[in-house]
């Protein structure tokens, strides 16, 4: 009989699902997820949590968590109780605080202490780049650089971590039998409340200054602070996983101007399907892209349009993007990260 690992997650997303058919391999996962969005909810939500561990607590192995929270509290709490052990995974906004842009758990009162709380009590922290750990950001500003990470905010956290990449899923995203993708093509993907974390500003700026060449905008209508927009600029709304492998087929670029990126499924899922990355000196966005495409290195129009102009004129652009696609498939492979979490669960046991 398999044994069983109660999975709590804030937030379903497509790397809760890659670790979910991991862990189903050889574990019974019991899922425990609300919408811990819905905070006049949160009293039942954990009395519900309470409920699912105690039904379970004598056949439990492990308490997996996806990301610190308020919804990390009770299991870290319970886990210690009951000499569980508890995994946290922290995939981004669990360590940051970006109150200028809105972004980060970090930023606020209860979720910072819930964090710094759960961090504590962890059997292990599991974050998803070291950059997660700490990381100095010169991008946004030159003159202002600044800190994040858990070990920033909260230096006193003493809790062993170990850095597990996400893996990605190479059969899937990969490139089609199209012969050609479309000229001067730029793609990107973030949803309403990351316009300006993700660079959209910046995006519909050069839109204006390369106005031969298309920008494609996916996960949002077209933003109502953007005004006098370009022609050569078009919002896609919210795309399938399928639609989405389409487009990064179609173009031939990716932009990941990101403000803070935890680590950057999307940019992995384009260079995939080789599109050819161009990304912000950010966390680890710069350790995935590598030498398959260019990095900007401070947050400004006038270094972004040199940029591009330079990605237009690189004459090996079909190389680039079969580069891009085994940088991926070298070092963030679902094989990858399935050995190291079962290393470390089985590990366990010794």
Known sequence: MKSKIIYIVA????????????????????????????????????FRQLWVLLKHVFSTKLIFISSGGNW??????????????????????????LPFVNFGNLRKFLMRNSCRLSYELAGMLLPVSESLVMTKNTYYSREHPFFQGYKFFFPNVKTKYQVIFNGLDEVFWMKDDKPERENKSFFSVFSPNQYILKGGDLIVAMAKRFPDCTFYIAGLKEPPQVSGLSSNVFFLGFLSPGELKAYFNKCQFHFQLSIYEGFGLTLCEAMLCECIPIGSDVNFIPGIIGDAGFILKHREESLLEELIREALQCENKAELGKNARQRIIDNFGIEKREQQLFSLIEGLEK
């Open 11 to 46: 937030l379903h997303s497509s790397f809760v699902d890659l670790d979910m058919t991991i862990l189903s391999k050889r574990y019974t996962v019991i899922l425990n997820s609300y919408k811990w969005q819905q905070k006049f909810l949160m009293p039942v939500f954990m």
């Open 72 to 97: 990390s509290v009770i299991p870290v709490v319970f886990g210690k109780l009951f000499s569980i052990p508890v995994f946290i995974v922290l995939n981004g906004s669990d360590c940051a605080s």
